[in-house]
């Protein structure tokens, strides 16, 4: 599959070079992968042009909405986007050690990758506090269940901090 970088589209949220290609998740379908060297705490993901934030309830209360919850990711509080038109970086796969840290939509190098490294985050933070994601964790087959805001952003800014020192 050819990323809309290789087909000449502009995708300004992927900052590093980057492919579309088949995951080595079981399971995931493709995968988003950096085409060089990215350093540990690097921006690998950006807000861009996000059109409008949902609150959680409107998601679940209006049919159009809903119909694309698999397309819903969480950005703060009980914000959240609803992007069905798939952009490139919704190949980011799920990992309960994940490539990349999610933090308030920005998604950081959680350690240093080498060229052809999977970028993948920790669902959990981008689902709603106690959703349940609509398949299990590939590498140790557990349920992957929405945080609260508070814990996600506890958790990302830990960790965060520890990688920046």
């Not at 609150?55 to 959240?80: M, N």
């Not at 919704?90 to 350690?111: M, Q, R």
Request: proline share 5%.
């Amino acid at each position: 599959m050819r990323s809309r970088q290789e087909q000449g589209l502009d995708d300004p949220m992927i900052l590093p070079r980057y492919r579309i290609a088949d995951s080595a998740i079981p399971g995931a379908g493709k995968g988003l992968f950096v085409d060089e060297f990215v350093a540990a705490g690097r921006v690998v993901t950006a807000p861009d042009q996000i059109d409008r934030t949902h609150a959680w309830a409107e998601i679940v209360a209006s049919p159009s909405l809903s119909a694309d919850l698999h397309a819903a990711a969480r950005w703060f509080e009980d914000r959240y986007t609803v992007s069905p038109e798939w952009p490139d970086e919704c190949y980011v796969n799920h990992s309960f050690e994940p490539t990349g840290i999610w933090h308030l939509g920005f998604i950081f190098a959680a350690k240093d990758l080498s060229q052809g490294t999977e970028i993948t985050v920790d669902y959990r933070h981008l689902l709603s506090p106690g959703q349940d994601e609509s398949f299990q964790d590939a590498a140790t087959g557990e349920k992957i269940t929405g945080l609260s805001w508070q814990e996600s952003l506890a958790l990302s800014t830990h960790a965060l901090a520890r990688l920046l020192g």
